[in-house]
Each structure stands twice: as C-alpha cells, then as structure tokens.
C-alpha cells in the first residue's frame, strides 16, 4: 500500500478515526509557538482574528499607496525630457501597478476580496500613504520621489520581507528589488541635474525642499503615538518601529545629499557623536494628520482621478471576464 498519511493496518478495512478539532487555545498555542520560533504564519492557518484584521488593513493600505502612487508620476511620463527618461518612467510606474497586485493578492488569501477593497477605496473610507497626496511641480519632483519617496518606502519595506505572515513577506522580496531600481534611477536623474545649469539645480534643492519633511512624516506617527506598533511587533509584522525607521533614513539619506550637492532643509539637522546618529529638527504632525483625514492638497484629486480609472476600466474587466469564461466552457466542451 503506497500511502504517507494514514498507517493502515494490514488485513482489513481500516477504520479512519476523526480527529478532534483542536480548542481555540490550543491553536493560539501554536500560532504563538511559530511567531515566537519567527517561523511564517500562511493562509490555511490558523490565526487569531486581530492578525488576520491586522493584516488586512496594512496589506490592503500598503496595495492603495502603491496604485495611487502611480498617480502623481503619471503625470510626468508625457512630459519627460528624453526618451530614455520617459521609458523608466513608465517602467516604474508599471512596476507600483504590479506591486498592487502582488499586494491584493497578499490580502485576498486572508479572505478579503479585491472588490471590497477597492470599494474601501473608492469611497475615502481607506487609508493609504499621506506622501501621495502632495503635487509634483516640476521634472525635479520625479528624481525626488525615486530617491527619497522610494528611499523612505524601502526603509520601510526591507524589514517587511521577514514579515511573520508568508504571502506579505514573499511579496516584499520583489517589491524591494523593483524599488531599489526606482531609488537609483531618481538619484542618478538627480545628479544629472546638479550637474546642469543653475536654474536645473535650483530646481532639485526647491524640490528636496518640499518634499524632505513629508518623507520623514511618511515613517507614521512617532512610536509614543502609533497605536498599532506594539502589537504589530508583537507579531512579526513589523519588525522596526516607526521612530528608528526614519532615524535609519536620516543617516543614511544626509551622505546621500552631500554627494548629490544639495542642502535637506533642516537647520537642527546635525550628527550627535553620542547617540551616533544625526539629529534632526520636529516634524509638523498636525499636517500630517490633515492629510491622512483627507485634506491634503491632492486628497480629492487623486481619489476623483482613481474612480474614474475605474470607472473607464469597467469594459476591459467585462471583456476579461468574458474571455475567461468562455476559454472555461471551451475547456468544459473537451473534457465532456
Ligand atoms: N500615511 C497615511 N496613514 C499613515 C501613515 C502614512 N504615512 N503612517 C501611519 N498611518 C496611519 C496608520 O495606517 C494607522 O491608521 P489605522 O490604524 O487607521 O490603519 C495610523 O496612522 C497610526 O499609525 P501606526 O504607526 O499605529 O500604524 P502601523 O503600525 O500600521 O504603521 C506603517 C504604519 C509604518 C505605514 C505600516 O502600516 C507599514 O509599514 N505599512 C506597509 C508599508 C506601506 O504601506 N508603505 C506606504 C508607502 S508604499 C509606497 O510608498 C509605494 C512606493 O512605490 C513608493
């Protein structure tokens, strides 16, 4: 008898006992024995209900950031000042569109449906990054977001891809791959720039400017004020806190700036040989709060142009459907 799972007997009917489902408090023991072990958590199991909440709101959030984040470089792909500029531009948005994807799939194995989470979405009731709402002026703007918008995210998603649930971790991988190239593209368009005329440089500090004190908000409140970060630790989810996040993106973004020539708008901003870190000035969190609430300057132009990408996709998710239903009665008409 060719057989893994079940010890048969030898000589008769083997009689198959039901196994007794496990109480909650045993599965809890398990789940916590792989947490504390940082093994990974996957769908089929078991996992207390907050996890599974929890992560659903960060995954979905996280997959929102990466497709209204296509929005504001968007923008630019037709106004790019060279071929070779505008074809990355259009891969990179490309790849925040995939990384969507590989997000709501993330979220769709806890059992949440993409179409609820678009409708979350569509309708202003979910979150996503405050950084996105915030306008892109100039051809500056572009190298900006690539350095520091995409620095910022990796710092933040490296620590993810040893996230304790298995399909969020699998997907960072890539995802950090494809933002590393989105960081190194805008510091090197950067450079390029400083190495211009005055107006071109003066067009990347104005740039750096603007966007400097958003990036270090994009970190999320200060540990003292995240109410999710204890217990988002607790469970592999997180494995940095916000505060030492964007303190790792400071020390390592101001060598960055010195080699690029431009000056980070900060005048506290200066190395503490004690702490062996830099020190950096505060960070206006009542803006910030305005703009997670969805009054920023572009919180109601970037939902208004999502829905009607929406709307205006609705044909080619039809045909899609169509499609795929007839491949399956074609594929059900053989088999028959
Ligand atoms: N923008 C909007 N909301 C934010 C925020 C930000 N920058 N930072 C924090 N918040 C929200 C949180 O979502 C939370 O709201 P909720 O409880 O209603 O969901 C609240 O502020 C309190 O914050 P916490 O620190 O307690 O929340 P978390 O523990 O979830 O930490 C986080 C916030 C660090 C953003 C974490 O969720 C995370 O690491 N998420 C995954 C990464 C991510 O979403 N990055 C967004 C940028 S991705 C990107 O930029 C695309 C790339 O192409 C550039």
Redesign the pocket.
């Known amino acids: 008898m060719y057989t893994q799972s079940f010890n048969v007997p030898d000589g008769g009917t083997p009689t198959l006992q039901a196994v007794p489902a496990p109480a909650d408090a045993d599965l809890q023991v398990r789940f916590d024995t792989v947490i504390d072990a940082d093994g990974k958590i996957e769908p089929r199991d078991w996992m207390p209900d907050a996890y599974r909440k929890?992560l659903v709101?960060?995954?979905s959030?996280?997959a929102h950031?990466?497709i209204v984040?296509m929005l504001p470089e968007g923008n630019w792909i037709s106004r790019a000042p060279s071929l070779k500029r505008k074809a990355i531009l259009v891969a990179k948005v490309q790849?925040?569109g995939g990384?969507g994807l590989y997000l709501y799939s993330a979220a769709e194995t806890l059992g949440t449906s993409r179409d609820q989470m678009f409708d979350a979405l569509h309708s202003g009731r979910a979150?996503?990054?405050?950084?996105?709402n915030y306008p892109t002026l100039t051809w500056a703007d572009v190298g900006v977001?690539g350095w520091l918008?995409?620095g910022?995210?990796i710092m933040?998603?490296i620590p993810?891809c040893r996230c304790s649930y298995g399909p969020y971790a699998r997907a960072m991988i890539r995802v950090c791959k494809e933002?590393s190239f989105?960081q190194r593209q805008g510091y090197e368009a950067l450079l390029t720039m400083m190495q211009g005329t005055p107006e071109q440089k003066a067009m990347v500090q104005d740039a750096v400017n603007r966007w400097w004190w958003k990036c270090l908000?994009?970190?999320?409140?200060p540990d003292a004020?995240?109410?999710?970060?204890v217990q988002?630790m607790r469970w592999g989810i997180?494995r940095i806190s916000?505060d030492d996040?964007r303190q790792k993106f400071v020390d390592a973004t101001v060598p960055q700036a010195e080699v690029l020539g431009v000056t980070l708008p900060d005048p506290d901003l200066k190395w503490n040989a004690e702490r062996g870190h830099h020190d950096f000035g505060a960070i206006d969190w009542d803006e910030?709060w305005q703009?997670?609430n969805g009054n920023g300057p572009c919180n109601q132009e970037r939902l208004a142009t999502r829905v009607k990408a929406w709307e205006n996709g609705a044909w080619v998710r039809e045909a899609a459907l169509a499609h795929a239903r007839k491949q399956q009665d074609r594929q059900h008409q053989e088999a028959a």
């Open positions: 929890t709101r960060q995954i959030q996280h950031s990466e984040g790849d925040e990384h979150k996503y990054s405050s950084i996105f977001i918008v995409d910022a995210a933040n998603q993810l933002e989105h908000a994009m970190f999320g409140p004020d995240s109410p999710n970060s988002g997180k916000n996040l910030f703009v997670v």
